[in-house]
C-alpha cells in the first residue's frame, strides 16, 4: 500500500499488494484513488483489458506519439517583431489566433510498431485510429502477424528474415524511415532501433515496453542531435481514474473493439495453463474467470 502496509497474510507471514491492487484476490484492499465507476452494463470479462495492457498501448498512439497530428509554428522567422506584427495583422484579416495551432499532417504518416503482444497490438489499433495510413508490425513470432493486419497493420516483418538491421530495412522501406516508431518489447537493443528507424529530422519515437531495471541505453547522440524525438509512456498518457470510464463508454459505443485480443477464456484454477499459453507466444490475453 502507499503507507507501506499491506493487507494480505499467508500462514501468517505478510504478502505485499502487486501495484496497490493484487487482482488475483477474490477480496482485496486498495487505496481509494485507484478506484474507477465505470458503467454497470459493461462486460467485466472483456472491459477488464481497459485497465492496463489496452490503454497502455492505444493511448501510447493518440496520446503520447499524437499519431496523426503535429504542432505547426507558422510565423517561425528571426526577425520577432516583424513577424509578430505580421501576424497579428494576419491574424486580424482573418480572424484566426496567432498562436501555435494544431493541424493534421499529410496523407501517408508511417507507424513502426516493434512487438506483438497484446500491448503492442493495442498500439496498431490506435495507430489506425489516428488515421496512420502505413502501419508496419514487426515481430519475431510470424504466428502473430494474421492478428496485427485483422486490426490495422498493413505490412508484417520479422527482423530475423533480414540480412541488414531492421532499422535499415525500415529506411529503404519508407524512403526516409518512420514518422513514428513504438518500443513494446522491453529491450534497450529494440529502443535503439526503433529510434534509428524514425525520419532523422521529424520522427517520434515511443518507448512503451518496460526493460529489466538497471538497464541503460547507449544511445549515439547523432540519433538525437539531427532532430528525432524519444519520449516515453505510462499507461498510455491516461489520467485512468477519469479516463477509463471514457474508454469504457468508448468500448460500448463500439469505438474500438478491444475482444480482438482475448484468445482464450480459462477458469482460474488453469492459471498456469494461461501463463504456459503466453511464454509459448500462444495466446494475446488470457482472461481467467473465478
Same mark, same amino acid.
Given at each position: 500500500?502507499?503507507?507501506?502496509?499491506?493487507?494480505?497474510?499467508? &500462514?501468517?507471514?505478510?504478502?505485499?499488494?502487486? /501495484?496497490? !491492487?493484487?487482482?488475483?484476490?477474490? *477480496?482485496?484492499?486498495?487505496?481509494?484513488?485507484?478506484?474507477?465507476?465505470?458503467?454497470?452494463?459493461?462486460?467485466?470479462?472483456? /472491459?477488464?483489458?481497459?485497465?492496463?495492457?489496452?490503454?497502455?498501448?492505444?493511448?501510447?498512439?493518440? +496520446?503520447?506519439?499524437?499519431?496523426?497530428?503535429?504542432?505547426?509554428?507558422?510565423?517561425?522567422?528571426? !526577425?520577432?517583431?516583424?513577424?509578430?506584427?505580421?501576424?497579428?495583422?494576419?491574424?486580424?484579416?482573418?480572424?484566426?489566433?496567432?498562436?501555435?495551432?494544431?493541424?493534421? /499532417?499529410?496523407?501517408?504518416?508511417?507507424?513502426?510498431?516493434?512487438?506483438?503482444?497484446?500491448?503492442?497490438?493495442?498500439?496498431?489499433?490506435?495507430?489506425?485510429?489516428?488515421?496512420?495510413?502505413?502501419?508496419?508490425?514487426?515481430?519475431?513470432?510470424?504466428?502473430?502477424?494474421?492478428?496485427? &493486419?485483422?486490426?490495422?497493420? @498493413?505490412?508484417?516483418? +520479422?527482423?530475423?528474415?533480414?540480412?541488414?538491421?531492421?532499422?535499415?530495412?525500415? @529506411?529503404?522501406?519508407?524512403?526516409?524511415?518512420?514518422? *513514428?516508431?513504438?518500443?513494446?518489447?522491453?529491450?534497450?537493443?529494440?529502443?535503439?532501433?526503433?529510434?534509428?528507424?524514425?525520419?532523422? !529530422?521529424?520522427?517520434?519515437?515511443?518507448?512503451?515496453?518496460?526493460?529489466?531495471?538497471?538497464? @541503460?541505453?547507449?544511445?549515439?547522440?547523432?540519433?538525437?542531435?539531427?532532430?528525432?524525438?524519444?519520449?516515453?509512456?505510462?499507461?498510455?498518457?491516461?489520467?485512468?481514474?477519469?479516463?477509463?470510464?471514457?474508454?469504457?463508454?468508448?468500448?460500448?459505443?463500439?469505438?474500438? !473493439?478491444?475482444?480482438?485480443?482475448?484468445?482464450?477464456?480459462?477458469?482460474?484454477?488453469?492459471?498456469?495453463?494461461?501463463?504456459?499459453?503466453?511464454?509459448?507466444?500462444?495466446?494475446?490475453?488470457? /482472461?481467467?474467470?473465478?
Amino acid at each position: 500500500m502507499p503507507d507501506k502496509t499491506t493487507r494480505f497474510t499467508c &500462514k501468517g507471514k505478510q504478502i505485499h499488494h502487486f /501495484v496497490w !491492487n493484487s487482482t488475483f484476490a477474490e *477480496y482485496t484492499v486498495v487505496p481509494e484513488y485507484t478506484l474507477a465507476k465505470i458503467d454497470a452494463a459493461a462486460p467485466l470479462d472483456k /472491459v477488464c483489458l481497459l485497465a492496463c495492457g489496452f490503454s497502455t498501448g492505444y493511448g501510447a498512439a493518440i +496520446n503520447t506519439a499524437k499519431v496523426g497530428i503535429q504542432t505547426c509554428r507558422k510565423y517561425a522567422h528571426r !526577425n520577432h517583431s516583424h513577424t509578430l506584427k505580421k501576424a497579428i495583422e494576419t491574424s486580424s484579416s482573418h480572424r484566426r489566433p496567432t498562436q501555435p495551432h494544431v493541424m493534421q /499532417v499529410k496523407p501517408g504518416s508511417t507507424c513502426a510498431i516493434f512487438g506483438l503482444g497484446g500491448v503492442g497490438l493495442s498500439v496498431v489499433m490506435g495507430c489506425k485510429a489516428a488515421g496512420a495510413s502505413r502501419i508496419i508490425a514487426i515481430d519475431i513470432n510470424k504466428d502473430k502477424f494474421a492478428k496485427a &493486419k485483422e486490426m490495422g497493420a @498493413t505490412e508484417c516483418i +520479422n527482423p530475423r528474415d533480414f540480412k541488414k538491421p531492421i532499422q535499415q530495412v525500415l @529506411t529503404e522501406m519508407t524512403g526516409h524511415g518512420v514518422d *513514428y516508431s513504438f518500443e513494446v518489447v522491453g529491450s534497450t537493443d529494440t529502443l535503439i532501433a526503433a529510434l534509428a528507424s524514425c525520419n532523422m !529530422n521529424t520522427g517520434v519515437c515511443v518507448m512503451v515496453g518496460v526493460s529489466p531495471a538497471g538497464s @541503460t541505453v547507449p544511445i549515439d547522440p547523432f540519433l538525437l542531435l539531427s532532430g528525432r524525438t524519444c519520449k516515453g509512456t505510462v499507461v498510455g498518457g491516461w489520467k485512468m481514474r477519469d479516463s477509463l470510464p471514457r474508454l469504457v463508454a468508448s468500448y460500448l459505443e463500439k469505438k474500438f !473493439n478491444s475482444d480482438l485480443l482475448i484468445t482464450h477464456t480459462l477458469p482460474f484454477d488453469k492459471i498456469n495453463e494461461g501463463f504456459e499459453l503466453l511464454r509459448a507466444g500462444k495466446s494475446i490475453r488470457t /482472461v481467467l474467470l473465478f
